[in-house]
């Protein structure tokens, strides 16, 4: 079984640029979600989507991040513009059904983002 | 509002040692509890998951247990390897919501 896909590995931008990762999940995970992990601290939520509808986009910020899932199957969170303090590592996770808690949840790989 | 902490934040060990890492939460009504494995630069590889109906989970040189009522897992390794050496992370499934709550992490060294 294939795991969470995501692109690119490592990233390099300027402050007030823009950039986008995807994410491609486990074939037939319903629920995907986007996590920020800065540097010595545990992975934080930013959007959790259910098939392509949002679920939780509380710890989003709305100012500058967007995430969709089209089709219900591939994401992608976009940055615009960038700030320093979004240097980070930003994780992709899916797991088999919304209302099924009891699912694991799998992780990609993960894109580590420097703003400079 | 969930919040999870682990203890110690980071431990060294010599090779063999068996060794006990701690994870504690602050509401009790939760769905499930992972611990997930983080190798530097890597992502999350998931090593056991406790459902709240459980008192512990093994796989291996892994054992995990979950008392909901004091809030706490413990998740034991047994004869440590020095390829274990990696960053242990706790995260919590609530009742309320459907994401994870992750703890900060327990670093762990195992020495040759």
């Known amino acids: 079984e294939a795991g969470v896909a995501q692109s690119p590995r490592y990233k390099i931008i300027e402050k007030r640029q823009s950039v986008a990762f995807w994410c491609n999940p486990i074939?037939?995970?319903?629920?995907l979600y986007w996590y920020q992990q800065i540097l010595g601290q545990g992975p934080k939520l930013l959007i959790q989507?259910?098939?392509?509808?949002?679920?939780?986009d509380s710890q989003l910020p709305k100012d500058r991040f967007s995430a969709e899932r089209l089709k219900g199957v591939d994401s992608t969170l976009k940055i615009q513009p960038a700030k320093l303090e979004d240097s980070a590592v930003y994780l992709c996770?899916?797991?088999?059904?919304?209302?099924?808690?009891?699912?694991?949840?799998?992780f990609g790989q993960g894109t580590r983002l420097t703003v400079v | 509002k969930q919040e999870v902490t682990q203890i110690p934040a980071a431990l060294s060990v010599p090779e063999g040692e068996n060794l006990v890492l701690n994870c504690s939460f602050t509401?009790?009504?939760?769905?499930?509890l992972q611990w997930f494995r983080q190798d530097p630069g890597k992502g999350l590889t998931s090593l056991l998951l406790?459902?709240?109906?459980?008192r512990e989970q093994t796989s291996g040189r892994l054992n995990a247990s979950l008392d909901k009522s004091s809030g706490r897992s413990t998740l034991y390794i047994a004869a440590s390897q020095p390829g274990d050496s990696a960053t242990y992370l706790c995260?919590?499934?609530?009742?309320?919501?459907?994401?994870?709550?992750f703890g900060p992490g327990t670093r762990l060294s195992v020495l040759p």
């Open positions: 996770a899916s797991s088999l059904e919304f209302g099924k808690r009891n699912t694991e949840a799998f």
């Open positions: 074939s037939g995970h319903a629920t």
């Open positions: 989507f259910q098939n392509n509808g949002v679920v939780d």
């Open positions: 509401d009790s009504a939760i769905y499930n």
């Open positions: 406790i459902q709240s109906s459980q």
């Open positions: 995260a919590v499934r609530t009742n309320y919501g459907q994401n994870f709550v």
